[in-house]
C-alpha cells in the first residue's frame, strides 16, 4: 500500500472544534422543537442550575442515558412540580417531561427540560402505592394491624415522630388538656418524618419501639400539617410492612388531604391530622368510661332487682325457718324430756344395782378379812410359841449357859487362855471363874 495514498488532503482536514460545531448544526437542525420524553432519574445535584442524570432501563439494566439540565432560570418548574406532585424531585422517580435537545462542543449531549408533568408522576407514585398494597395483600399483611385487638383504655402511648414538629406538640396539648381530665403517659420516639433519611429513621424509631412494646398499648406515627412534599416516605413497602407486623395497634397522623399512604393503609386506625389521633385517643377512653358507668348502673339495677326478690325470697324462708325451727325445737325438747325420764329411770336402776353389788362386795370383804384376820392370828400365836421357845431365857432355863470375857461370848476353848477371867450367864445369875486349865478334843466331842 503507497503511504501516501493514507495521508488526509488539506481541505478534508477539521478542528475539534470544528467538527463538534458540524454535530451541534446538525442535532438542533434535525430536533428544532421541544418533544416529552418518559425517563427515570438516575442522580440530580443542585449547583445553582438543576443537573440529572436520566436513564431507561428494562429489568433493571440501562438501555439509555443522557444529562438532563434544568436552567436556573426555569427552576421555578421545579417548585411547582413538587407543589403539585406532593413530593420533593429526586434520584429514582420516573418524569415525564417537555425539553430540547442541546449539544454542547464542551459538554456534550444534554437535555434543556422546560417543564415535568406532575400528572404523570401522580399516576407513577399512585401505581407504584397500588403495586406495594397489592404485594401486601397478597402476603397477607394489609388487614395484619387491624387484626390486633386494640385496647379498652390505650393510655400508654409511643408516639413517632419529630422532636421539634408542631404537630407533636398539638397532640401533646390536646390529650394531656383534654376536658375529662384523662391521664395520658407519652414517650417520644424521635425520628425525621421527611426527607431522603425519613424511611431508615422511621424504620430505627419503630425498631426501639417494638423492643419496648410491653410498655405501651399503642403507637403513634404522627408528621403534622404542611405540604405533601416528602411524604413519599410512608409510601414504603419495608415501611408499611413493619407497621403491619407491628405487635402494637399503629394509628397515624401524617397530615395527608388527599390519597391514603401505604403506611394509612396498613395502620390500624389512619387519621388525618395529630390532633384527630389525640382527639380519638381521648374518646375512646370517654367511650370506655362511659360504657363502664352504663355497665356499673345497669349491674347495679339488676343487683338492686335481685335483692330485692332475694329479700321477699329471704323473709319467706326467715318465717318458714322459724316455723319449722320452732316445731323441730318442740320434737326435739319433748324427746329429749322422754329421753331424760328414761335416762333417770335407768340411772336409778343402775345405782340401786350397784348399791346391792356394793353391799354383796362389802359382805363378802368383811367375811374375808375376818377369816385372814383369823389365819394371820393363828399364824402369830404360833409364831410366838415358837420365838418363846428360842428366846435365851427359855435356853438358859433348859441347863444352858453364855460365858463371855470381857463383854465377848466364848464360843472356842481357842478364845480363852489359862488364867483368863471368865463371867458364865446363868438363868438365875451370873459366876465369876478363872480359866485353870483347857482340855482340847479335836474330834468336837463333849468331854
Known sequence: MDFFHLQPEAHAILTLS???QEVQAVVEGCFPSSFWVVAEIADLRKRGHV?????????????AQIRGIIWSTSAKIVDIFEEEAGQRLKAGMKILFQGRLRFHPVYGLSLDIQWIDPNYSLGEMARRRREIL?????????????????????????????????????????????????????????????GEEAELSLLGALEA??????CFDVVVILRGGGSRVDL????????????????????????????????????????????????????????????????????????????????????????????????????????????????????????????????DLEQSLRRETLRRLEEEKRFLEKEEKALALLHPLSVLRRG???????G???????????????????????VVSEVKGKNEKADGTLV
Not at 164 to 175: I, K, N, P, R, T
Not at 209 to 214: I, K, S
Not at 408 to 426: A, P, R, Y
Request: charged letters at 30%; proline letters at 3%.
Open 18 to 20: 470544528d467538527l463538534l
Open 51 to 63: 443537573y440529572l442524570e436520566l436513564v431507561e432501563k428494562e429489568d433493571d439494566t440501562v438501555k
Open 134 to 194: 397489592r404485594c401486601l395483600a397478597k402476603e397477607g399483611l394489609l388487614e395484619r394491624n387491624r387484626q390486633i385487638p386494640f385496647p379498652l383504655v390505650p393510655q400508654r402511648i409511643a408516639v413517632v415522630s419529630s422532636e421539634h414538629s408542631a404537630g407533636f406538640e398539638d397532640f401533646l396539648v390536646h390529650l394531656q388538656e383534654n376536658p375529662y381530665g384523662f391521664r395520658f403517659t407519652v414517650k417520644l420516639f424521635p425520628a425525621f418524618v421527611q
Open 209 to 214: 419501639v417494638r423492643a419496648e412494646a410491653r
Open 232 to 359: 413519599s416516605c410512608f409510601d414504603s413497602y419495608a415501611l408499611g410492612r413493619v407497621v403491619a407486623e407491628f405487635p402494637l395497634p399503629v394509628l397515624t397522623g401524617i397530615g395527608h388531604q388527599k390519597d391514603e399512604s401505604v403506611v394509612d393503609c396498613v395502620a390500624h386506625y389512619a387519621l388525618k391530622t395529630p390532633t384527630a389521633v389525640a382527639n380519638f385517643l381521648v374518646d375512646r377512653v370517654r367511650a370506655f368510661e362511659e360504657n363502664l358507668t352504663k355497665e356499673i348502673s345497669s349491674l347495679w339495677e339488676a343487683v338492686w332487682g335481685n335483692l330485692e326478690g332475694r329479700q321477699m325470697e329471704l323473709n319467706y324462708w326467715i318465717q318458714r325457718f322459724r316455723s319449722d325451727a320452732f316445731l323441730l325445737f318442740q320434737r326435739e325438747r319433748e324427746r329429749i324430756l322422754r329421753l331424760e325420764e328414761r335416762f333417770s329411770f335407768l340411772l336409778r336402776a343402775f345405782i340401786e344395782k350397784m348399791r346391792m353389788v356394793q353391799e
Open 400 to 406: 444352858y449357859t453364855l460365858t463371855f470375857s470381857e
Open 408 to 430: 465377848k461370848i466364848i464360843k472356842s476353848i481357842q478364845d480363852c487362855s489359862v488364867g483368863q477371867e471368865l463371867c458364865t450367864q446363868m438363868f438365875d445369875g451370873r
